[in-house]
């Protein structure tokens, strides 16, 4: 009995296995699909000619392949000088903010102390107020000062965004770096700002890069602020979206792919504190 | 730890609380002023009254609410599916979730623009569509009298855009549970969606509930999606108040539209609280 039941079990069993394989990986495989496809035709329409723009039934393989429209998009007037704008803002925020912010970041991972809970809470629900709310009354305060159109003004708009979070990740860098090693040094008569520049500085460095990238994706993407901050002096994004009612598809094309680049090395360098920034576990 | 001196934290602390105050409460409390505020200077309602009676507002507060009813819902599940997934642990799923976090960076405006390409009259959903035979001739998905199908439009490219994060929360929320629970429902003979249903879903109660919070709020806020997709076609609660001072240079009701915005964000936290029975470090993620 059992010896004839057996195998046939197994059988059943084997096939369950396989059918369970396919269905996880059809349904993985159309996931990544829906996920990929788009940016694939983005990229397409990006790389064709321009007047592929109004080819019908639009060819879904790289048929009519050009730097046409990309070239035609970064020498547009105005696109140069904002994507200088949008490097430098970039740059600006991610200096200014990881100034302000590591010490905050260190001081939650390394201390306790009243009022540690109340702050750490407050910090996280600053990054929950509207960018409308932020953006309208400081536009009419930086019209006053004279900060209104300049790329200061949007670097301290962006820097208030992203702060939060960078004190959240450098918290959590500095959690994972050894306390002891910082005490060894400090017993070894080094003063404990030298303990921090020299140990836990240069062993927080890989985290410190992470909360830079992000915090250059967050102010490379960010528009609404941009937009109602300045007119002239304008970042990527301001300028894409100023001009959206007013260019050809294939400007807006070669726009938003150029928006979508630095995304797409961001999993890249940010796989190992993804967890950080959005999860639990702190 | 260090020994706790409070002065030495403090003074680290210091200079963020100070920036996060200048630049977040300061500006709150003066676009609350702001939207009390006439031209002249005088308090009162009027910025209110205007933004009431703006023939636009109805629509952009209808439109506000029945996107985030749309978009929501769908996120959670394909999130909950494309996590449920990974964290199942087949071989290549390093790779699926490097592809399903890689809409995690990309900006609203861009992903409208993203959408724009697929839905526009000789866009490539049109020649997919017609290429397979269902449908005769191209649709005008993004003119003024397809409505429905802008709305629609712009819920594919939200939810295309901002599954990623939700994602991201719900993994977090799946490497808290034990492998046991796993392991146990397996023994006990459970098939993999009474599994899932009895006991993953309870023990990811928490991440559910971050995230469900996390992107209502922020479906508050939306704007460039909508504006690459439908211009003025849709208009929506952010896009109003991006108008009412860009375009028609008055502070007063755009305050007066950004004050709404957060005091629907507050409402909306406060019920999630309040219904779900959250903590607020939960929120606070």
């Known amino acids: 009995m059992t010896a004839i039941a057996a195998p046939a079990v197994r059988r059943t069993a084997s096939r369950r296995v396989i059918v369970d394989r396919i269905l996880l990986y059809g349904?993985?495989?159309?996931?990544?699909l829906w996920t990929l496809f788009p940016i694939y035709l983005i990229a397409l329409a990006a790389f064709s000619e321009r007047t592929a723009i109004y080819d019908y039934p639009k060819a879904l393989l790289p048929t009519r392949f050009s730097a046409d429209t990309m070239s035609f998009f970064v020498n547009s007037t105005g696109v140069l000088s904002s994507l200088r704008n949008s490097v430098i803002v970039a740059l600006g925020t991610i200096v200014l903010g990881l100034l302000i912010g590591t010490p905050a970041g260190y001081a939650l991972a390394r201390f306790s102390f009243p009022g540690r809970g109340f702050i750490q809470v407050g910090v996280l629900i600053s990054k929950m107020f509207p960018i409308a709310i932020l953006s309208i009354p400081l536009a009419v305060t930086f019209i006053q000062i004279g900060l209104y159109d300049t790329l200061q003004g949007v670097i301290i708009i962006h820097t208030a965004m992203v702060l939060p979070f960078i004190v959240i990740v450098t918290a959590g860098v500095f959690l994972g770096v050894s306390r002891e090693l910082e005490e060894a040094a400090t017993t070894l008569g080094t003063s404990r700002f030298g303990a921090f520049v020299r140990v836990a500085l240069p062993l927080a460095l890989p985290g410190l890069a992470a909360a830079a990238i992000f915090t250059f994706v967050t102010s490379w993407n960010e528009v609404f602020a941009a937009t109602i901050l300045t007119v002239r002096n304008t970042t990527l994004p301001a300028q894409v979206l100023g001009a959206l009612n007013i260019s050809p598809l294939y400007f807006r094309f070669a726009g938003g792919f150029f928006l979508i680049i630095p995304s797409l090395f961001f999993i890249f360098f940010m796989r190992r504190y993804l967890f950080n920034l959005w999860g639990p576990g702190r | 730890m260090f020994r706790s001196e409070a002065a030495l934290p403090l003074g680290?602390?210091?200079?963020?609380?100070?920036?996060?105050?200048?630049?977040?409460l300061l500006p709150v409390a003066q676009a609350v002023t702001l939207s009390f505020q006439a031209a002249d200077g005088s308090f009162g309602l009027d910025a209110y009254r205007k933004m009431w009676s703006d023939?636009?507002?109805?629509?952009?507060?209808?439109?506000?609410?029945?996107?985030?009813?749309?978009?929501?819902?769908?996120q959670m599940v394909l999130a909950l599916s494309m996590a449920l997934l990974i964290h199942s642990r087949f071989p290549g799923h390093g790779a699926f979730l490097y592809i399903y976090a890689l809409p995690l960076a990309i900006s609203d405006l861009a992903a409208g623009i993203v959408w724009l390409a697929m839905f526009t009259d000789q866009g490539y959903l049109n020649t997919i569509l017609q290429g397979l035979g269902l449908i005769k001739e191209p649709i005008a998905y993004l003119s003024y009298e397809n409505l429905q199908w802008i709305f629609i439009a712009v819920v594919v490219a939200e939810s295309w855009r901002a599954t990623a994060i939700v994602l991201v929360i719900l993994l977090a929320g799946l490497q808290l549970i034990p492998r046991d629970y796993f392991e146990a429902a397996e023994v006990f003979g459970a098939n993999r969606i009474r599994r899932t249903l009895s006991v993953v879903l309870p023990m990811l109660r928490p991440s559910l509930q971050s995230a469900l919070i996390i992107r209502t709020i922020?479906?508050?806020q939306v704007f460039g999606v909508v504006l690459a997709l439908a211009g003025r076609q849709?208009?929506?609660?952010?896009?109003?108040?991006?108008d009412w001072y860009y375009n028609n240079r008055n502070e007063h009701i755009a305050a007066a539209f950004a004050t709404l915005i957060l005091v629907l964000t507050i409402a909306v936290t406060i019920v999630y609280m309040r219904l779900l029975r959250v903590r607020e470090t939960e929120i606070a993620r």
Do not use: K, M, S
């Open chain 1, 27 to 32: 349904a993985a495989g159309f996931l990544a």
């Open chain 2, 12 to 24: 680290l602390l210091a200079p963020t609380l100070i920036y996060l105050g200048l630049l977040i």
């Open chain 2, 55 to 74: 023939q636009a507002f109805t629509e952009a507060f209808r439109n506000t609410i029945l996107l985030i009813v749309a978009i929501v819902p769908l």
């Open chain 2, 218 to 220: 922020f479906a508050f």
């Open chain 2, 234 to 242: 849709l208009p929506v609660l952010g896009y109003e108040a991006y």
